[in-house]
């Protein structure tokens, strides 16, 4: 058990000395705004890009699902999440055309990097990128995400499909059983894939191993559910906070929320960071 302990300090020495040294909760303050600025773009670009393989009514389902999966429950949470859905489906499944297509990609790559730059000050990174490489980077991680959610999209469509035509073939607890485990098991994976591909593309070196980015991906998946949690019981012991905001309740909430998101998703890079330089530590004192 001693064995264990020390190793252990080390790491949590280094890790509480490095998110200090980083400031994490200011650096996760501008990714925030950029997050929340590049959101409807980003929200629009999906709905765009989903709609090619996806009937719309499948997409506005699928975003109100995966919107009510990661927000927390607050006042009137549902409501704005399918009021607001409702609209950008409506909007996005009209002819864009090319100008609003590339405004929409240059908005949303520009919160890419602003993220990039953040994780290569966490990566303590001497040489950066260029501008240019910084902005090919972020058209490759939307173009990813846009992946991610089709496919996760067209997972849980083809599931609710397979149910339906079993619905009519019997054996239909047990299917619905399938669907419900994958539903519920596809929106954490998006949002694993989603932390573990931006700890692995975004930073200008790769210097931290594969194994260590995974565990940061998972503690970042991980602590978003966690204080998911939390942060309802937060919201609803928070007294007059309703009577002193009125309408304003859930984007003041929901904009706390996003910046504590961000929060943890610096957090889980820390923890892959610090597992990479705690290993060459140890690498070194073993050599000498």
């Known amino acids: 058990m001693c064995f264990y ?20 909760g200011a ?17 629009l670009l999906l709905i765009y890009g989903a ?10 389902s699928f975003l109100s699902d995966i919107l009510q ?8 949470t549902k409501l704005y999440i399918l009021d607001n859905v409702s609209r950008l489906v409506a909007l996005g ?11 929409l990609l240059w908005t949303t790559a520009g919160g890419f990097v602003s993220f990039q730059q953040i994780l290569d000050m966490i990566w303590e990174t001497s040489h950066r990128r260029s501008f240019i490489k910084q902005y090919l980077v972020g058209f490759g991680m939307l173009a ?7 496919m996760t999209s067209l997972a849980t469509t083809v599931s609710l499909a397979l149910v339906q035509r079993v619905f009519t073939e019997g054996n239909l607890i047990f299917w619905l059983a399938i669907f419900h485990d994958i539903s519920r098991m596809s929106f954490p994976l998006l949002l694993f894939l989603t932390c573990h591909f931006c700890y692995r593309f975004l930073p200008s070196s790769h210097t931290v191993r594969h194994s260590y980015l995974l565990i940061g991906a998972l503690v970042s998946t991980l602590g978003i559910y966690v204080s998911r949690e939390v942060f309802v019981w937060y919201s609803w012991h928070l007294g007059q906070y309703e009577m002193i905001y009125g309408s304003l309740t859930f984007i003041m909430l929901f904009t706390f929320w996003v910046y504590i998101v961000c929060v943890i998703v610096l957090f889980g890079a820390e923890v892959a960071v610090t597992l990479s330089k705690v ?4 690498t070194r004192i073993k050599t000498l």
Do not use: W
């Open 5 to 24: 302990v020390k190793p252990i300090r080390k790491f949590i020495r280094c890790l509480v000395s490095s998110i200090l040294k980083h400031n994490i």
């Open 27 to 43: 650096l996760a303050a501008v990714i925030a705004f950029f997050g929340i600025s590049a959101m409807i773009p980003l929200a």
């Open 51 to 60: 709609s090619i393989f996806i009937p719309m009514t499948s997409v506005q």
């Open 69 to 76: 999966s990661y927000v927390p429950t607050l006042p009137d």
């Open 93 to 103: 499944s009209k002819q864009v055309g090319i100008v609003g297509v590339i405004g």
């Open 144 to 150: 990813i995400l846009l992946t991610l959610t089709i």
């Open 279 to 282: 290993r060459e530590k140890n």
